[in-house]
């Protein structure tokens, strides 16, 4: 059963926004903290919504690889995170689910690149792209140490290089610290 994440942008919320970046296409109102729960805050400057769901694109080895290494959120030391919102284009979900498998395995290797990274960096995906009023198609969601940060850019770097973002129209990418 998916269950529902929801980010909140204002003034409260356990993470402080220490940098706000569109990547590509417009960004998102700055705001000086987010919460990530279960509902929306009251008097949040701006709301993203979605679901977790099963994984997707992803064959039996690379799932055994991902089950290997689960991602565990809320670790002690991960007191940084980033929330990165993405849009994808009308030409990638034109595709069919195979031709959209071939480009972001087969082409881009995105499993395999995050994968190198699992240790390091525990992630999750917000699926918002079938939620009324969405205006992201997914909503990811990164907690690593702040001496894992270097290692979080560069699998940053390897996935925007990558074949698949091509189909980016909209990306921004928010980093946060955990509020003392």
């Not at 929801?6 to 409260?12: A, C, E, I, M, P």
């Not at 031709?99 to 994968?115: F, M």
């Not at 850019?153 to 973002?165: H, Q």
């Amino acid at each position: 059963m998916p269950d529902p994440v929801v980010f909140s942008g204002g003034t409260v919320g356990a993470w402080n926004v220490t940098r706000v970046a569109a990547v590509r296409g417009a960004a998102l109102a700055t705001v000086a903290r987010i919460d990530k729960g279960v509902r929306p805050v009251a008097d949040a400057a701006w709301v993203l919504s979605g679901v977790t769901s099963n994984l997707r694109y992803t064959n039996t080895a690379e799932k055994r690889v991902l089950d290997a290494t689960p991602s565990v959120l809320g670790r002690p030391a991960a007191t940084r995170a980033a929330l990165i919102p993405i849009t994808k284009s009308a030409a990638w979900w034109a595709l069919a689910q195979d031709e959209r498998r071939a480009v972001l395995e087969e082409q881009s290797r995105h499993i395999a690149i995050g994968s190198e990274y699992l240790a390091a960096v525990s992630r999750q995906l917000v699926h918002c792209r079938d939620q009324p009023g969405a205006v992201f198609d997914f909503l990811t969601w990164f907690e690593f140490a702040p001496a894992d940060e270097p290692r979080f850019d560069e699998l940053l770097a390897k996935l925007r290089a990558s074949p698949e973002w091509r189909f980016v129209e909209r990306e921004v990418d928010l980093r946060l610290e955990k509020a003392a």
